[in-house]
């Protein structure tokens, strides 16, 4: 607290024999402050959380020793998604016809509708989602397919390079602006 000498002279006499008040300086003691902020520490730090580190889970399978024994997928059960550049998704289900009948085009707002009539018409063990980013695309493209994997709950998917023909179909199909439009 702080404290402050009061006493002394009341009046402003001037002259021999008229005696100056003391003039003494105030003093503040700090401690109940030192206290105070000790205790805020003290709540601080007991009463935030530690951030948490974020991360995807990955069920990652065990690597065969013979390739009969590796993980096999029926056609019908696999789409595959192609991303492009400017947020674009290429897709196509089984294996790619030779003259692109069965290529589509989609953004990342309807790739969900896609991906949800895929697990819907196809059974749980046999679908699987193969993902081919091209070099046109960016880190987060790839981010937010992975979270649609993991949104639509999606088990089994493989993130893949992408083939030359694919990049070329994918460039093709952006260069003609058709890639604008969906399906």
Request: proline content about 4%; some cysteine.
């Amino acid at each position: 607290m702080a404290e402050m000498d009061t006493s002394g002279g009341g009046g402003h006499k001037k002259g021999p024999g008229v005696k100056k008040g003391k003039k003494l300086s105030t003093r503040v003691d700090l401690t109940p402050m030192v206290d105070l902020g000790f205790l805020l520490i003290t709540f601080f730090i007991f009463t935030t959380t530690m951030s948490q580190p974020t991360a995807m889970k990955l069920i990652i399978p065990k690597d065969a020793d013979k390739p009969e024994d590796q993980n096999k997928a029926k056609e019908s059960g696999v789409i595959t998604l192609l991303l492009g550049k400017d947020n674009n998704v290429f897709y196509y289900e089984g294996q790619l016809a030779t003259d692109g009948a069965n290529f589509k085009s989609s953004s990342f707002k309807e790739i969900r509708t896609v991906l949800i009539d895929k697990k819907r018409t196809t059974p749980e063990k046999d679908l699987v989602v193969i993902i081919k980013p091209s070099v046109e695309c960016t880190y987060k493209n790839v981010v937010d397919i992975l979270d649609e994997m993991a949104i639509n709950v999606l088990k089994r998917y493989a993130l893949v390079d992408i083939s030359e023909g694919e990049a070329a179909l994918v460039k093709i199909t952006e260069a003609s602006g058709s890639a604008a439009s969906s399906n």
